[in-house]
Protein backbone atom coordinates (compact mmCIF):
# COMPACT_ATOMS: atom_id res chain seq x y z
CA UNK A 1 0.00 0.00 0.00
CA UNK A 2 1.03 3.17 -0.93
CA UNK A 3 2.19 5.79 1.49
CA UNK A 4 -0.69 8.43 2.33
CA UNK A 5 -3.13 6.39 0.75
CA UNK A 6 -5.65 7.51 3.40
CA UNK A 7 -5.81 10.92 2.37
CA UNK A 8 -6.75 10.27 -0.98
CA UNK A 9 -9.59 7.38 0.56
CA UNK A 10 -11.15 10.24 2.52
CA UNK A 11 -10.85 13.54 0.21
CA UNK A 12 -12.30 16.74 1.68
CA UNK A 13 -15.59 17.82 1.58
CA UNK A 14 -16.62 20.75 -0.87
CA UNK A 15 -16.37 22.74 2.29
CA UNK A 16 -12.81 22.15 3.14
CA UNK A 17 -12.01 22.42 -0.09
CA UNK A 18 -12.84 25.92 -0.72
CA UNK A 19 -11.36 26.73 2.20
CA UNK A 20 -7.55 24.59 1.31
CA UNK A 21 -8.19 27.04 -1.81
CA UNK A 22 -8.85 29.97 -0.16
CA UNK A 23 -5.71 29.69 2.04
CA UNK A 24 -3.20 28.54 -1.06
CA UNK A 25 -4.48 31.85 -2.75
CA UNK A 26 -3.06 33.77 0.32
CA UNK A 27 -0.26 31.78 0.45
CA UNK A 28 0.94 32.60 -3.15
CA UNK A 29 -0.17 36.01 -2.83
CA UNK A 30 1.80 37.26 -0.24
CA UNK A 31 4.96 35.54 -1.61
CA UNK A 32 4.49 36.10 -5.19
CA UNK A 33 5.86 39.74 -4.83
CA UNK A 34 9.85 37.52 -4.23
CA UNK A 35 9.28 35.60 -7.11
CA UNK A 36 10.68 37.05 -10.59
CA UNK A 37 8.94 36.10 -13.67
CA UNK A 38 11.76 33.25 -14.32
CA UNK A 39 12.02 31.58 -11.25
CA UNK A 40 12.88 27.90 -11.14
CA UNK A 41 10.35 26.71 -8.47
CA UNK A 42 10.64 23.33 -6.47
CA UNK A 43 7.40 22.15 -4.59
CA UNK A 44 8.25 19.28 -2.10
CA UNK A 45 5.05 17.31 -1.04
CA UNK A 46 2.78 18.58 -3.24
CA UNK A 47 -0.28 16.89 -2.26
CA UNK A 48 -3.47 17.67 -4.02
CA UNK A 49 -1.19 20.49 -6.48
CA UNK A 50 -3.09 23.27 -5.52
CA UNK A 51 0.10 25.23 -5.27
CA UNK A 52 1.18 23.28 -8.44
CA UNK A 53 -1.77 25.33 -10.12
CA UNK A 54 -1.01 28.66 -9.46
CA UNK A 55 2.79 28.16 -10.72
CA UNK A 56 1.46 26.98 -13.93
CA UNK A 57 -0.81 29.73 -13.97
CA UNK A 58 1.58 32.14 -13.58
CA UNK A 59 4.16 30.57 -15.86
CA UNK A 60 6.94 29.85 -13.71
CA UNK A 61 9.35 26.51 -14.11
CA UNK A 62 7.99 24.31 -11.94
CA UNK A 63 8.60 20.74 -10.76
CA UNK A 64 6.82 19.29 -7.99
CA UNK A 65 8.36 16.16 -5.48
CA UNK A 66 5.78 13.84 -4.06
CA UNK A 67 5.66 10.59 -3.02
CA UNK A 68 2.16 9.04 -2.92
CA UNK A 69 1.42 7.75 -6.30
CA UNK A 70 -2.31 8.97 -6.35
CA UNK A 71 -1.14 12.11 -5.97
CA UNK A 72 1.80 11.20 -8.29
CA UNK A 73 -1.15 10.36 -11.18
CA UNK A 74 -3.09 13.38 -10.75
CA UNK A 75 0.10 15.87 -11.03
CA UNK A 76 1.13 13.97 -14.20
CA UNK A 77 -2.79 13.81 -15.86
CA UNK A 78 -2.23 17.78 -15.19
CA UNK A 79 0.67 17.92 -17.20
CA UNK A 80 2.98 18.79 -14.14
CA UNK A 81 6.64 17.31 -13.59
CA UNK A 82 6.92 15.53 -11.18
CA UNK A 83 9.49 13.58 -9.34
CA UNK A 84 8.25 10.31 -7.68
CA UNK A 85 11.05 10.52 -4.30
CA UNK A 86 11.31 10.27 -0.89
CA UNK A 87 13.11 13.08 0.91
CA UNK A 88 16.10 13.73 2.04
CA UNK A 89 17.81 13.59 -0.10
CA UNK A 90 16.51 15.59 -2.56
CA UNK A 91 17.11 13.98 -6.26
CA UNK A 92 18.38 17.77 -7.87
CA UNK A 93 21.47 19.01 -8.59
CA UNK A 94 23.27 22.28 -6.37
CA UNK A 95 21.88 25.45 -7.40
CA UNK A 96 19.09 24.38 -9.64
CA UNK A 97 16.04 26.20 -8.15
CA UNK A 98 15.35 29.67 -7.24
CA UNK A 99 12.55 29.06 -5.00
CA UNK A 100 11.37 25.96 -2.58
CA UNK A 101 7.87 25.47 -1.38
CA UNK A 102 7.63 23.05 1.93
CA UNK A 103 3.77 22.80 3.00
CA UNK A 104 2.80 20.63 5.47
CA UNK A 105 6.02 18.44 5.19
CA UNK A 106 8.56 19.28 7.89
CA UNK A 107 6.47 17.69 11.19
CA UNK A 108 6.78 14.56 9.09
CA UNK A 109 10.82 14.15 9.42
CA UNK A 110 11.21 11.35 11.66
CA UNK A 111 13.69 13.05 13.70
CA UNK A 112 15.15 16.18 14.30
CA UNK A 113 18.35 15.10 12.70
CA UNK A 114 16.26 14.42 9.34
CA UNK A 115 15.08 17.65 9.80
CA UNK A 116 18.18 18.90 9.62
CA UNK A 117 19.45 16.62 6.87
CA UNK A 118 16.40 18.24 4.89
CA UNK A 119 17.07 22.17 5.70
CA UNK A 120 20.89 21.70 4.67
CA UNK A 121 19.66 19.70 1.48
CA UNK A 122 17.35 22.28 0.47
CA UNK A 123 20.32 24.90 0.92
CA UNK A 124 21.71 22.72 -1.59
CA UNK A 125 19.68 22.64 -4.04
CA UNK A 126 18.69 26.85 -3.74
CA UNK A 127 20.39 29.27 -5.94
CA UNK A 128 22.24 31.94 -4.54
CA UNK A 129 19.78 34.42 -2.53
CA UNK A 130 16.82 31.64 -3.50
CA UNK A 131 13.66 31.56 -1.03
CA UNK A 132 12.41 28.61 0.94
CA UNK A 133 8.86 29.07 2.21
CA UNK A 134 8.09 26.69 5.42
CA UNK A 135 3.90 25.89 6.09
CA UNK A 136 3.79 23.93 9.17
CA UNK A 137 0.84 23.29 11.48
CA UNK A 138 1.31 24.84 14.91
CA UNK A 139 1.93 22.45 17.70
CA UNK A 140 1.13 25.08 20.40
CA UNK A 141 -2.33 26.18 18.61
CA UNK A 142 -3.66 22.61 18.62
CA UNK A 143 -1.51 19.90 20.40
CA UNK A 144 -3.75 17.44 20.27
CA UNK A 145 -4.40 17.45 16.70
CA UNK A 146 -0.85 17.58 15.97
CA UNK A 147 -0.40 13.87 16.32
CA UNK A 148 -4.19 13.06 16.28
CA UNK A 149 -4.75 13.93 13.01
CA UNK A 150 -2.02 12.53 11.27
CA UNK A 151 -0.36 9.55 12.07
CA UNK A 152 3.26 10.67 10.30
CA UNK A 153 3.50 14.15 12.19
CA UNK A 154 6.48 13.37 14.17
CA UNK A 155 8.55 16.58 13.93
CA UNK A 156 7.00 19.57 16.01
CA UNK A 157 6.56 22.58 14.92
CA UNK A 158 6.45 25.41 16.15
CA UNK A 159 7.47 29.02 15.02
CA UNK A 160 10.55 29.54 16.87
CA UNK A 161 12.14 26.04 16.34
CA UNK A 162 11.31 26.38 13.20
CA UNK A 163 13.44 29.93 12.94
CA UNK A 164 15.79 28.25 14.99
CA UNK A 165 16.46 25.23 12.57
CA UNK A 166 16.32 28.26 9.53
CA UNK A 167 19.03 30.55 11.10
CA UNK A 168 21.70 27.65 12.13
CA UNK A 169 21.69 25.85 8.79
CA UNK A 170 22.85 29.37 7.04
CA UNK A 171 19.06 31.43 6.02
CA UNK A 172 17.89 34.51 7.33
CA UNK A 173 14.15 35.07 8.10
CA UNK A 174 12.62 37.25 5.53
CA UNK A 175 9.08 36.86 7.55
CA UNK A 176 7.17 34.92 9.73
CA UNK A 177 3.71 34.94 9.91
CA UNK A 178 0.86 33.05 11.62
CA UNK A 179 -1.98 31.47 8.97
CA UNK A 180 -5.17 31.28 10.37
CA UNK A 181 -8.02 29.64 8.12
CA UNK A 182 -6.80 31.34 5.37
CA UNK A 183 -6.56 34.79 6.84
CA UNK A 184 -3.25 36.59 8.12
CA UNK A 185 -2.86 39.04 10.81
CA UNK A 186 -5.41 40.48 13.27
CA UNK A 187 -8.03 39.56 11.27
CA UNK A 188 -7.82 35.86 11.58
CA UNK A 189 -7.06 35.30 15.47
CA UNK A 190 -10.93 35.12 16.00
CA UNK A 191 -10.84 32.25 13.44
CA UNK A 192 -7.70 31.19 15.42
CA UNK A 193 -9.45 31.71 18.88
CA UNK A 194 -12.22 29.15 17.32
CA UNK A 195 -10.31 26.75 16.28
CA UNK A 196 -8.36 26.78 19.46
CA UNK A 197 -11.63 25.72 21.30
CA UNK A 198 -12.90 23.20 18.70
CA UNK A 199 -9.83 21.72 18.11
CA UNK A 200 -8.88 21.09 21.51
CA UNK A 201 -12.63 21.27 22.74
CA UNK A 202 -15.53 20.78 21.27
CA UNK A 203 -14.00 18.25 18.76
CA UNK A 204 -13.99 15.84 21.16
CA UNK A 205 -17.74 16.56 22.52
CA UNK A 206 -18.76 16.04 18.54
CA UNK A 207 -17.15 13.14 18.14
CA UNK A 208 -18.35 11.16 20.88
CA UNK A 209 -21.98 12.98 20.75
CA UNK A 210 -22.33 11.13 16.79
CA UNK A 211 -19.34 8.57 17.04
CA UNK A 212 -22.20 6.10 15.73
CA UNK A 213 -23.41 8.23 12.67
CA UNK A 214 -19.55 9.24 11.49
CA UNK A 215 -16.65 7.87 10.61
CA UNK A 216 -14.07 9.85 12.91
CA UNK A 217 -11.38 9.72 9.95
CA UNK A 218 -13.98 11.69 8.02
CA UNK A 219 -14.92 13.99 10.58
CA UNK A 220 -11.05 14.57 12.23
CA UNK A 221 -10.19 16.30 8.89
CA UNK A 222 -12.38 18.82 10.44
CA UNK A 223 -10.35 19.84 12.47
CA UNK A 224 -7.22 21.04 9.83
CA UNK A 225 -9.61 23.80 9.15
CA UNK A 226 -9.19 26.00 12.35
CA UNK A 227 -5.38 24.21 13.26
CA UNK A 228 -3.35 27.41 13.09
CA UNK A 229 -0.31 27.48 10.52
CA UNK A 230 3.22 28.92 10.98
CA UNK A 231 3.89 30.94 7.42
CA UNK A 232 7.38 31.35 7.32
CA UNK A 233 9.75 33.01 4.42
CA UNK A 234 13.62 32.28 4.09
CA UNK A 235 16.14 33.51 2.24
CA UNK A 236 19.62 31.88 1.43
CA UNK A 237 22.58 33.67 3.00
Not at 16 to 37: H, N, R, S
Not at 136 to 145: E, G, I, N, T
Not at 154 to 169: A, C, H, I, Q, S
Amino acid sequence: MSFYDFKSKYPRTKIGQKIVEKVTDTVFTTIKPYLKENFSILDIGAGNGEFAERCVKNKFNYTAIEINEIYCQQLINRGIKVIKEYVPPIPCSNEEYDYVHLSHLLEHMTSLEKAIDLIKDIYRVLKPNGYLCIIAPDYLHSPSFFYDGDYSHTFVTTENRVKMLLVDNGYNIVFSKYLMGWKIGWSGWLLSFIGKIYNNYLYWFFLNLIKTKIDSLKFGRTRGSFARSLFILAQKV
